[in-house]
């Protein structure tokens, strides 16, 4: 079974959306979980991760503007994205990591137009 990504759309530059990941069957506290995002042509690139103890990191790009976070139940990895801009536009995949073994969501779009 493999990760649930939800929440893609399209939206105006400035807008915000919530992305959700999910194992419906796993607890995912013990996993460093990430976002990562590509766009046709180019490779997949890390947007934000959270460690199992919530270190969190994010691309110098959007700093300031995602954030990620785990909920109590620790299935469900969300990232908040506010002021899209059109350079947000990619397939958002989610990531979950434990030693060697890494598991990828199906992945879900996001538009932002100008």
């Known amino acids: 079974v493999q990760l649930q990504a939800s929440g893609g759309g399209s939206v105006q530059a400035g807008a915000s959306l919530r992305l959700a990941c999910v194992h419906p069957?796993?607890?995912?506290?013990?996993?460093?979980m990430a976002w990562f995002r590509q766009v046709p042509g180019k490779q997949r690139e890390l947007v934000a991760g959270?460690?199992?103890?919530?270190?969190?990191d994010y691309a110098d790009s959007v700093k300031g503007r995602f954030t990620i976070s785990r909920d109590n139940s620790r299935k469900t990895v969300r990232l908040q994205m506010s002021s899209l801009k059109p350079d947000d536009t990619a397939v958002y995949y989610c990531?979950?990591?434990?030693?060697?073994?890494?598991?990828w969501g199906q992945g879900t779009l996001v538009t932002v137009s100008s």
């Open positions: 069957r796993r607890a995912l506290g013990s996993y460093t």
């Open positions: 990531n979950a990591k434990r030693g060697i073994s890494t598991t």
């Open positions: 959270i460690t199992a103890s919530g270190i969190t």
